[in-house]
């Protein structure tokens, strides 16, 4: 099939805060390098006209980013020291800080906001606005930025040298037909291509396999957040205040907390953490959250609101040794992509826009030179060590690892971190750790009824979570909320979320997990049905596939509910068989964060 080709001499896949970053800094030092050139100040030849490209998946710049989010404005005010006088949306500068320890029923103060936490001289923000404010400025510094175009593959030349990205078809229906509207994906072509994808990037996960750039690396590790927007009926949480929480809901073998953070016109911006290496298949991060409302603290906080947006995102915390090598021939990889993200502080704006800042001046340096090779990029990782980004990361080099024996053990270590200087324990440099869903232990380790079949089997989550009823005031199911992330996707497309053995949804992980995609998915998009094609025996199942039986006697099969997806990415991160494939679906589907 013939395809388009563009050619681009810089093509940034991701326009989030890391790559539009990159992308505008990448035009000033340009600009700044030809006008000296010219006046005779800087020797050299003028570099002309250098297009840069970004593409993002979203339908428009920000949709699909999902933040807390307080800014250290570091990265910012390095690539725009003026930001304030050029009109970056902010919310509110932090003006109090409150750190509390949550039992079932009280919410105790910390006379002491631990020092990570602190926030003063920060700012919330909503990552939406801010990547759709840069994003304007990107444009007119004269990137040419193409919303509704996900990278779907990465194109690479016969030595394997990153050569640009095709970006995904669109008109296939569900049928993997051509539809009357058929467009195929371009090749963008690229001397250096710059995956920003944010955390567990679906192009970044292949190429980093394919080019082994994780070798002698920590397996990297991921949170989810889950949150939602309230409007307040009053001034009772001010703009600028943020209050941090740890324990209820989660257990102690559970990586959590939970964020309270004020904007402004009374909009109140909620959410809670889970670390998706958690241990019990029952598990759901998104009822986890809405236990989390309950708790008599929040639950005055939010009397007589509105729940007004919902959204999910994974986290990247596997830190300093979970990180990938950030270069090959014709690539970078910046931002979250990168695991740049400072796990104890849940920040990561501030390295993404750092991190495209010197990704861009390690691509000025390969423009100067010609040479687009792995050993030319390598300065990106120099500038990286020798960039306060570092740094930051070695001191908590063994945060999160460290709660893999569970809250008390990781808080202490957390705690002798800063006598230390990020040794773990005091002692060991590096801990060892798990890709998360190797934590996830069998229904059988938890005694849960997970061998019954049938029906009951449906109420499965109950077991956990036997206190949970979602009442449409306070708590949500998934359905409402989802409808509050306003997802689109058009529903006749190849689902973009590859089960690659549908059989094991149907026996093994029944018996083992209790499917447990239906409750790590926060947007309802794993749904176990009966599977009536199955009562007429017609179901195509491989011989001797009994797969799992409702009451009525019927098997049952795995739904892909994708139009839900918000493009979380915890399904791919988290199925403990890892048969889930996280593909881009057709550009422009996926949710729509305004204001998140
Ligand atoms: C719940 C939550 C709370 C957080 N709270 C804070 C906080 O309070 N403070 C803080 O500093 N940080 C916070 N972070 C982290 C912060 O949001 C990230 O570190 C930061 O957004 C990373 O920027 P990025 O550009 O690397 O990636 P992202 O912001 O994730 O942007 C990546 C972009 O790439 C697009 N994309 C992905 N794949 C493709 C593809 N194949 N083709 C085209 N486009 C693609 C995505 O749609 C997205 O727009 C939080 C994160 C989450 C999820």
């Known amino acids: 099939m013939e395809r388009e080709i563009l050619e681009f001499d810089v093509v940034f896949v991701g326009a989030g805060p890391a790559n539009l970053s990159g992308a505008l800094h990448l035009t000033r030092l340009i600009k700044t390098h030809n006008e000296a050139v010219v006046k005779g100040e800087r020797d050299g030849k003028p570099l002309g006209e250098i297009e840069i490209a970004v593409i993002e998946k979203g339908a428009t710049l920000g949709a699909?980013?999902?933040?807390?989010?307080?800014?250290?404005?570091?990265?910012?005010?390095?690539?725009?020291?003026?930001?304030?006088?050029?009109?970056?949306?902010?919310?509110?500068?932090?003006?109090?800080?409150?750190?509390?320890?949550?039992?079932?029923?009280?919410?105790?103060?910390?006379?002491?906001?631990?020092?990570?936490?602190?926030?003063?001289?920060?700012?919330?923000?909503?990552?939406?606005?801010?990547?759709?404010?840069?994003?304007?400025?990107?444009?007119?510094?004269?990137?040419n930025v193409f919303p509704e175009f996900p990278?779907?593959?990465?194109?690479?030349?016969?030595?394997?040298?990153?050569?640009?990205?095709?970006?995904?078809?669109?008109?296939?229906?569900?049928?993997?037909?051509?539809?009357?509207?058929?467009?195929?994906?371009?090749?963008?072509?690229?001397?250096?291509?710059?995956?920003?994808?944010?955390?567990?990037?679906?192009?970044?996960?292949?190429?980093?396999?394919?080019?082994?750039?994780?070798?002698?690396?920590?397996?990297?590790?991921?949170?989810?957040?889950?949150?939602?927007?309230?409007?307040?009926?009053?001034?009772?949480?001010?703009?600028?205040?943020?209050?941090?929480?740890?324990?209820?809901?989660?257990d102690a073998h559970t990586y959590g907390g939970?964020?309270?953070?004020?904007?402004?016109?009374?909009?109140?911006?909620?959410?809670?953490?889970?670390?998706?290496?958690?241990?019990?298949?029952?598990?759901?991060?998104?009822?986890?959250?809405?236990?989390?409302?309950?708790?008599?603290?929040?639950?005055?906080?939010?009397?007589?609101?509105?729940?007004?947006?919902?959204?999910?995102?994974?986290?990247?915390?596997?830190?300093?040794?979970?990180?990938?090598?950030?270069?090959?021939?014709?690539?970078?990889?910046?931002?979250?992509?990168?695991?740049?993200?400072?796990?104890?502080?849940?920040?990561?704006?501030?390295?993404?826009?750092?991190?495209?800042?010197?990704?861009?001046?390690?691509?000025?340096?390969?423009?100067?030179?010609?040479?687009?090779?792995?050993?030319?990029?390598?300065?990106?990782?120099?500038?990286?060590?020798?960039?306060?980004?570092?740094?930051?990361?070695?001191?908590?080099?063994?945060?999160?690892?460290?709660?893999?024996?569970?809250?008390?053990?990781?808080?202490?270590?957390?705690?002798?971190?800063f006598v230390t200087g990020g040794r773990a324990w005091g002692l060991f440099d590096r801990t060892k750790s798990e890709a998360g869903h190797r934590a996830m232990k069998k229904l059988s380790a938890f005694g849960y009824r997970g061998d019954k079949k049938g029906e009951e089997r449906g109420d499965i989550t109950e077991q956990r979570y036997t206190d949970l009823r979602f009442d449409g005031k306070l708590t949500f199911n998934k359905l409402t909320d989802v409808y509050h992330a306003a997802v689109g996707h058009d529903e006749d497309q190849p689902a973009h979320l590859h089960v690659l053995d549908l059989n094991i949804c149907a026996t093994r992980c029944v018996e083992e997990y209790g499917n447990p995609c239906q409750r790590f998915c926060p947007a309802a998009v794993y749904e176990m049905v009966d599977d009536v094609a199955s009562a007429n025996n017609n179901d195509g199942r491989p011989e001797g596939n009994d797969g799992d039986m409702s009451a009525a006697g019927t098997k049952r099969r795995l739904q892909i509910n994708f139009s839900n997806c918000v493009h979380c990415k915890t399904c791919d991160i988290m199925d403990p068989y890892q048969i889930i494939n996280w593909v881009t679906p057709e550009g422009g589907g996926g949710p729509d964060y305004k204001g998140m």
């Open 151 to 250: 990278g779907a593959d990465v194109l690479y030349d016969e030595a394997d040298r990153v050569t640009g990205v095709r970006t995904g078809d669109k008109g296939i229906d569900k049928e993997g037909k051509r539809k009357p509207n058929y467009e195929p994906g371009v090749d963008l072509h690229a001397k250096v291509t710059v995956l920003g994808e944010g955390p567990r990037g679906s192009l970044a996960k292949q190429l980093i396999q394919r080019l082994n750039l994780n070798e002698g690396r920590e397996p990297q590790v991921y949170s989810i957040g889950v949150k939602e927007l309230w409007e307040l009926p009053d001034d009772r949480y001010p703009a600028g205040r943020v209050t941090h929480t740890l324990g209820f809901p989660s």
């Open 258 to 417: 939970g964020w309270i953070y004020g904007m402004q016109n009374r909009i109140l911006n909620i959410g809670y953490v889970t670390g998706l290496d958690y241990q019990d298949p029952l598990l759901d991060p998104h009822a986890e959250f809405q236990r989390y409302k309950q708790h008599p603290f929040l639950a005055k906080l939010l009397d007589g609101g509105k729940m007004i947006r919902y959204g999910a995102k994974t986290i990247v915390a596997g830190g300093y040794f979970a990180m990938p090598r950030l270069y090959a021939d014709g690539l970078l990889l910046v931002g979250d992509c990168a695991g740049f993200l400072n796990s104890q502080r849940l920040k990561g704006i501030h390295a993404a826009m750092k991190s495209g800042m010197l990704a861009a001046e390690a691509i000025f340096a390969a423009l100067v030179a010609g040479d687009y090779s792995a050993q030319q990029l390598k300065k990106y990782e120099q500038l990286v060590n020798e960039s306060w980004i570092i740094p930051e990361l070695r001191k908590v080099r063994n945060f999160h690892a460290a709660f893999q024996h569970g809250r008390w053990l990781g808080l202490a270590n957390a705690g002798l971190q």
């Open 64 to 143: 699909h980013i999902l933040s807390g989010a307080v800014m250290d404005p570091k990265g910012l005010k390095e690539l725009m020291p003026d930001f304030i006088e050029q009109g970056a949306p902010l919310e509110a500068p932090v003006k109090e800080d409150y750190f509390l320890y949550l039992t079932q029923k009280r919410a105790i103060r910390s006379p002491l906001t631990p020092p990570p936490l602190k926030n003063h001289g920060y700012y919330i923000v909503s990552l939406n606005r801010l990547t759709a404010w840069l994003g304007e400025k990107c444009e007119e510094a004269g990137v």
